[in-house]
């Protein structure tokens, strides 16, 4: 007869896992037995936050839970930031425990916590495997859960006594049903159709769930049917091309920025698969004076700056073509000043070969050395700014970036999980030096398993983030700084490669070469961060004329 952990497996298997990342323990060596016989690869990784940020961008990229395993206590507690992070930025992720036998766990007993309670307001669902028959139900409520809309964690915990009782024979996994997006109601329709006709300057404000819900082609057909600008999330860069003549670009910096003079102009804001999260709606609604149209998968969140005239439910691509249908098309709008702006920013930078190297100059050539399908991962950062405000994004999930969470770490182990499901596409994480050694011992684990990756560091040591901030708010900081290794020869030290920019025209050279090395590659970068507070000085000084 089969083992609890051997339907347990087989169920993962049923749901289309292929990978699942973590490390193995005591209490969970049941199902890592199970897993010899399955075609699912483990990816022993180095320390489970880097696992579970694997499985965050896994899930993010597919749209298919990425799965991620520890063992009991401390290894459980371990995956908590990047589980985290991913129900918070709305990743599809399935947490595995190990956990004691239930014969242990009414008492005080080593390494016993109790995970359910601790992964509870983490994710959308968490539970305990109290008994073999159950597996079926469990496994497949935690993926309905973690991938439906919005989707996020799943936490299943699996005691090490059960794992290893015998199942019966005929129990098998449960069909997997895919999930149905509801129909937008034609009442809800119309109403959008009227207000946006009768709209002067409509505006259109794009989040992840555009491009979760594969909505990006029918974002774009609205947009030019009715000739209606669109602004994007950091999250949803690339549902629209910046290239595009209606892209406005990204906005979510707090600061007041090109993007935003839309927004002080328009009298009508349509939110697409748009989720506050990310961007606090006070920010570009402060006075609460405008006409909110939501459309997304859910429902609104409610919050005093985003009251809504009409919320249009169901499948976005369809409620924004049903919308586009009962308009009349809007004139032109008289936009190109805003992006043009941007545009400027970028150009004005591409032969500035001052040393260190600026944010704008390093974007500038990080944009000629990646492809339009290649996929550009943020850390967290003043970088991550510079990334949301200038990287031209040209294709949804080609720039990834953790906004709902915002979690320092993420890019490198999230860079290996992008390599995995998308072998052919140039991958390159761009971190700043703090967050690249919160999880740099994922280099190990690249290297192991053959993932090509350039790791770009914009190296200040400093919290960069944090001393622009104190900038800003006190005009002084403090306890911001830190000394790094040699970021070549650690580098090396893992059997990777490692190169320092030490001329600036040499940063795209160097990032082609690093490509064509087709390992793993550290490019150390040193950058001006001055540009912070010069950006931040900008644009305290624009003034809205319209
Ligand atoms: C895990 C985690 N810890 C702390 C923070 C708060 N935080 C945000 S950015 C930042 C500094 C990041 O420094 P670095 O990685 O060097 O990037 P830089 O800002 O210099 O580009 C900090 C401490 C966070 N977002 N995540």
Not at 361 to 383: N, Q, Y
Request: hydrophobic share 40%.
């Amino acid at each position: 007869m089969p083992t609890a952990a051997q339907l347990f497996v087989k169920c993962l298997e049923n749901e289309g896992v292929d990978y699942i990342f973590g490390i193995p323990g005591e209490e969970n060596l049941h199902v890592m037995d199970a897993l010899r016989d399955s075609p699912i690869k483990f990816v022993t990784v180095r320390h489970e936050q880097g696992a579970a940020f694997m499985a965050d961008v896994y899930g993010r990229l597919t749209g298919r839970a990425g799965v991620c395993l520890a063992t009991l206590g401390p290894g459980a507690t371990n995956l908590i930031t990047g589980f985290a992070d991913a129900n918070m930025d709305r990743a599809p992720i399935i947490g595995l425990a190990g956990q004691g036998a239930t014969t242990r766990m009414h008492k005080e007993s080593h390494q016993i916590l109790d995970l359910v309670s601790l992964f509870a307001p983490i994710s959308k669902y968490s539970t305990e495997i109290v008994a073999p028959e159950v597996i079926p139900e469990i496994v497949r409520k935690a993926f309905k859960d973690a991938q439906e809309e919005k989707p996020g964690g799943a936490f299943i915990s699996f005691p090490e006594n059960i794992a290893g009782m015998e199942v019966p024979e005929d129990l098998h996994p449960l069909k997997v049903q895919s999930a149905t997006v509801p129909y937008p109601s034609p009442v809800k329709i119309a109403q959008a159709a009227e207000l946006i006709s009768k709209a002067k300057h409509p505006i259109v404000m794009a989040g992840n769930g555009v491009i979760r819900g594969d909505a990006s082609d029918a974002l774009i057909r609205f947009a030019e049917h009715l000739n209606i600008p669109v602004a994007q999330t950091f999250m949803a860069k690339g549902c629209i091309p910046f290239s595009h003549p209606l892209s406005l670009g990204t906005v979510g910096l707090q600061a007041h920025d090109y993007v935003s003079f839309g927004f002080n102009k328009a009298d009508v804001v349509i939110c697409v698969g748009f989720d506050m999260v990310e961007y606090h709606p006070k920010a570009w609604h402060p006075n609460a004076d405008k006409k909110i149209i939501h459309i997304d998968q859910t429902y609104a969140e409610v919050d005093a700056h985003y009251m809504l005239e009409v919320g249009v439910l169901g499948d976005i691509g369809e409620s924004l073509d049903q919308i586009a249908q009962q308009c009349e098309p809007k004139p032109y709008p008289n936009i190109d000043g805003l992006k043009d702006h941007i545009i400027a920013e970028l150009d004005d930078y591409a032969d500035d070969d001052a040393f260190p190297i600026k944010p704008q100059r390093i974007l500038h050539d990080t944009r000629k050395a990646m492809g339009d399908d290649d996929i550009l991962l943020s850390d967290v950062g003043a970088h991550k700014m510079w990334i949301a405000r200038l990287y031209r994004c040209l294709r949804p999930n080609t720039c990834i970036i953790s906004n709902g969470f915002a979690t320092m770490g993420i890019a490198l182990p999230g860079a290996v999980a992008a390599k995995m499901a998308y072998p052919d596409r140039r991958i390159l994480a761009i971190t700043g030096d703090a967050g690249f050694m919160m999880n740099s011992q994922e280099i190990e684990t690249a290297l192991r398993h053959n993932i090509a990756m350039v790791i770009m560091i914009w190296h200040d040591s400093q919290y960069g983030l944090i001393k622009w901030h104190q900038d800003r708010r006190f005009g002084r900081n403090g306890d911001i700084s830190f000394n790094n290794p040699d970021f070549v020869k650690y580098a090396e030290s893992f059997g990777a490669k490692g190169y320092r920019v030490e001329i600036t025209d040499e940063l795209l050279p160097t990032l082609e070469k690093a490509f064509d090395d087709n390992t793993v590659v550290i490019v150390d970068v040193p950058v001006d961060y001055r540009e912070n507070m010069k950006l931040t000085e900008k644009l305290g000084q624009l003034v809205c004329n319209d």
